[in-house]
């Protein structure tokens, strides 16, 4: 059965606290924070936390929807659990782990 998330949005309208499903519809958890570049208007990826409560970044290409009730991404359940946890603090916490 598909999952029902309603009607594709804009990552700029999607809510904090809905699900996100892996590309083979496993439940991998929930939208804490979407990321974007502001001054170009570039979706950045999302902040999701995992069923163990730890929040990792998901990069826009591995982000397949973003609808009303849901998030799909691109990537199966086991690539999501290989996710490293998320390091806040832009492309310098990227960098350098800030």
Known sequence: ???DDGYAISY???PTGIPVYSSDEVEVGTVREVLDNTRERI???IVMENGAGVR???DAPEV???AERAVTLTITAAQVA???PHKPGG???KLFGR
């Open 64 to 66: 397949a929807r973003t």
């Open 91 to 93: 492309l310098r916490g």
């Open 1 to 3: 059965m598909p999952i």
């Open 82 to 84: 290989e996710l490293p």
């Open 56 to 58: 990792v970044f998901v």
């Open 12 to 14: 700029t309208a999607l």
């Open 43 to 45: 979706f950045d990826g």
